[in-house]
């Protein structure tokens, strides 16, 4: 398989948080293949042709269990796990498998049920790793379920589903250019610029009009890459959402977005307090005998001294 390919074949076990399984993958190697290949490789090679490799990627995934010798695995597979589970059962029955059966028995919820007899599947499993099928097997050879390797998911993949539909209101393309703008421009770009908002034609959702936020200098490295811009956003959407770019009026700041800003404004609007109080003002305050409180009015006459002069 070519490299492209196997890129391909990664960003799809990404997007469906598991692993494809290893026959699959033999399979896709072999010359039963050979024609589901040269379809993904086509599709692959157009531009916006993600979308189409995925459909193409699950008739292979449909003709892999349709062929013979899946079948053949597939069977030989279930008659194992089958084998290894009444083993299992007998050796908990057993003298060496009765402390687990306790365990389980005496398992107050079914949580803590379910908890023990995995310790005691992995334990029968370490005993026996023979009779797991292969597939069923980790490093440590102690599952007895089928290994399937997930991806850790980011904090903004887990809380993307809270802000999507603040970020729609932007008129973003599902909030996906917002989210994925440094992966589409690349990080020198994502850093200088900032996606503003998204405008389509009356009753359309394509070929849409892209207001992007720069720094200032940064105008013209926009116009100069603005087709580079729609193409990669139209590949990572895989139909034409893009087809113009334009500039935003207003900077991209990227303190605005911080509170930074908001948080300079604030503190320089802060008036200074005076350096003493009015005579009149300390005369009622040296009678006040709670120290504490005393302390709180010196300061708030101090504040109302400086903002009448």
Known sequence: MSP??????????RRRNRSLSKRFRAWLSSEKAQNQIEKL???LAKSGGESTA?????KAEEAYKADDAYKRQDAKRKKSLKQFKQAFEDWLSSDRGQ?????????????????????AEKAFARAN??????????????RIRPVRHAFAKGVEELTFDVIEPGLNQLGLVGANILRNWDKIVGSALAQNTRPERVTFPPKGRTNGTLFIKARQGFNTIIQHNSNQIVFRINSHFGF???????????YYDESS??????????????IQ??????PQTAKLVNQIKDKEMKKAFEELGKLIKARNG
Do not use: C
């Open 240 to 250: 034409k959402a893009i087809t113009e770019v334009r500039i935003s009026k207003r």
């Open 41 to 43: 490789e086509r599709a």
């Open 129 to 142: 790793p023979h009779l797991l099928p292969d597939d069923y097997r980790d490093a440590s050879k102690t």
């Open 54 to 58: 995925v459909q193409l990627l699950k």
């Open 257 to 270: 977005t911080t509170g930074e800003k908001i948080a300079h404004n604030v503190l320089a609007a802060r």
């Open 4 to 13: 492209n390919l196997e890129d391909f074949l990664t960003r799809e076990e």
């Open 99 to 119: 402390p687990y059966q306790k365990a389980i028995l005496i398992g107050q919820t079914d949580e803590a049920k379910e908890m023990a007899r995995l310790d």
């Open 273 to 278: 307090p005076a350096n003493e109080l009015n």
